[in-house]
């Protein structure tokens, strides 16, 4: 099973890449995995929250395939443990799924489109994170359950 993580935005400036470089790279030890930037809208003017949802909307859908098992990384969606999420993808490795595609959406959230396509909802926190910081979360996230399924000593469970 290959895993990407989709996001609305542009390519992180070096000090950023090499904080999630560290995860992508032990990540990549497990499965296949990329990170990939979906770019923003091209919005002239003062637009609405809403506008912007929309547009991102329809950079996101437009990336996705019928095949891909997509997971929108949502404040509203599942709450999980470190646990739970290791569970989650080794369910999803179990189920044969080949593309298991995680998505965080833009800074005014996503789209009505992206929100009803996505069955899948997973929140990393109740609390508000930077973008930066939900990538990085997400990242340090993965790679635990990954070393949870592999019954290593990263996670130390009570």
Do not use: C, W
Request: charged share 25%.
């Amino acid at each position: 099973m290959k895993i990407s993580l989709y996001y609305i935005g542009k390519k992180d400036h070096d000090n950023k890449m090499r904080a999630y470089s560290i995860f992508e790279k032990r990540i990549r030890h497990y499965v296949p995995f990329e990170i990939q930037a979906l770019g923003k809208p091209r919005l002239t003017g003062k637009q609405s929250a809403d506008r912007h949802r929309e547009e991102e909307g329809k950079i996101i859908m437009k990336a996705l395939t019928s095949s891909d098992q997509a997971v929108l990384l949502d404040v509203n969606g599942r709450q999980m443990n470190s646990e739970d999420f290791s569970g989650f993808i080794q369910q999803s490795m179990n189920r044969g799924i080949r593309h298991l595609v995680f998505i965080i959406g833009g800074s005014y959230g996503t789209s009505d489109a992206v929100y009803n396509a996505v069955p899948e909802k997973i929140s990393l926190s109740l609390m508000t994170f930077s973008h930066e910081l939900s990538r990085l979360v997400f990242l340090e996230q993965l790679y635990r359950a990954m070393t949870i399924l592999n019954g290593e000593p990263y996670h130390h469970i009570k």
